[in-house]
């Protein structure tokens, strides 16, 4: 889909029949709205998987009830979701149903009229967050102008740059490089990578405005 390869901070979900399949619903112009959002979750639960393999984890040895050992694993460390508003929310359930009671922030960042620069218009994050691994949650990464400024937020608040995994449906190329660019320990997830941005910076071929049909606010 793009001739784009990818930096090393890049993780893109394995291209399956199955993954190929659900992007194939969501991107359709005559996708109806429940299938959007069902199909959109089903996604968002592979790439939550996918997040929560990039964590540490330790060994941890366990008993099983045949009184046999087994040699596993365990996560080691906190960690908290952030979404940033609007279509970061929908992806809000996605890492609940991964995490129970997670904690979970809320960035709303806003392209100033004047400066045509993103601005913040509100956090609210678990106060602790600087201890945390931070999976931050927005299904398009276009210009990576909002996401940048999302990542400069968790910065301030303490959270350290190679604790945040940016998870995202579909990424634009000129997304990345910014982002990389400004933030290379961040680490990217996400499920295709396509052309490019529109005049519009919509990204093509892309899926529309996310947020508005995963809400029904189109
Ligand atoms: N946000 C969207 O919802 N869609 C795009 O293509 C770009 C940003």
Redesign the pocket.
Known sequence: MSTFTPPKQVVVLESTPELKSLMSIIRNKDTARGDFIFYSDRIIRFLVEEALNHLPFVSKTIETPTGFKYEGLAFQGKICGVSIMR?GEAMEQGLRDCCRSVRIGKILIQRDEETALPQLYYAKLPPDIGQRFVLLLD?????GGSANKAIEVLLSHGVEEDKILFVNL?S?PEGITKMVEAYPKVKIICGEIDQG??EN????P????????YFGTL
């Open positions: 279509a299904p398009m990464l276009a210009t579909i634009a941005l529109d910076k919509y990204i093509v892309g899926i529309g405005d996310f947020g508005c049909r």
